[in-house]
Structure formats: structure tokens, C-alpha cells
């Protein structure tokens, strides 16, 4: 069965409370693309009246992550997953709903299949881009993610 937004969100709740409390969301996901939000206010700003970095980070890594746990569930594999490294970068003031969006479900689908195929771990960068409503980008995440089949 297929992860949902509902079930991630879910899952949230009760493994990420701090994503959840916050208002971190998954909207949608596939096997290509996940599209995670999260709207400012009270709970998540910084003292400069605008989103706080740490909550886009939650929202962009969720965006990134979602899609391997998805991916490693549809595998059917044991396989474990970590962020190896990140970067990021803040063009605007974070302010309304972000929506955070992440296309690169086929990388992860390619470094699981190499991971059981090789039995070595492997690694890729996903990049996920945080958009206010205007259209315009306020950050972008890049994340390391390695995944390796658990032995």
C-alpha cells in the first residue's frame, strides 16, 4: 500500500512531533514529486516577524525524505536512510504558506535499486524549493541522503 499525505502526516504526529506542533505538512507525493507547506505564524517565527530557518528545513527535508521512505517501502527491502549532509540558501523573508517542493523521486528510485543490486550504501543530493504565494522562492535545501540495505 502506498504512503499518503494522510498517513505521513500521521506519522508526523507521533514520530516528528516538533514538524507537526509547528505545521509542517505533506500536500501530495508520487513517485516523482512531494509538495510539503507550512504557513507562518506564532509558533514557528523567528524574531524578525518572519518564518524561523529551522521549520523550512523541517519542510524541505520532509519533502526530500517522504519520497525514500515511500520509495523504500514500495521496494520491499530492508534499507536504511540518513542525511549524510545539507546546504541551503534564503532569498526572502518567509512569510504566508511556503509550499516546498521536491521533483527528484527518480534519483531515489535509482540509488535504492543500485543499493540492492550492489549491496553497497549510496548516496544523492535532493533539492527541494521553498515558493511563497507570489510564486517567489524564499529558500531552497539541498540534502545528502544515503540509503544502504540493512544486513
Known sequence: ??????????????????????????????ETTCVTSVRHKWINQNPFK?????????????????MVMATIKESDERISMLVANNKA?????????IKFTCEDGIKVKEAIQAAVKTGEGQTIWMKSQGVDKAGDVVSTFEFEWTVKVKK
Request: cysteine-free.
Open 1 to 30: 500500500m502506498p504512503l499518503t499525505p494522510s498517513k505521513i502526516n500521521t506519522f508526523l504526529f507521533f514520530k516528528l512531533p516538533s514538524a507537526w506542533f509547528t505545521g509542517v505538512r505533506v500536500k501530495s507525493i508520487n
Open 50 to 66: 518572519s518564518m524561523f530557518w529551522a521549520v523550512q528545513g523541517m519542510a524541505a527535508e520532509l519533502s526530500t525524505g517522504a
Open 89 to 97: 540558501s534564503f532569498s526572502k523573508k518567509a512569510k504566508g504558506r
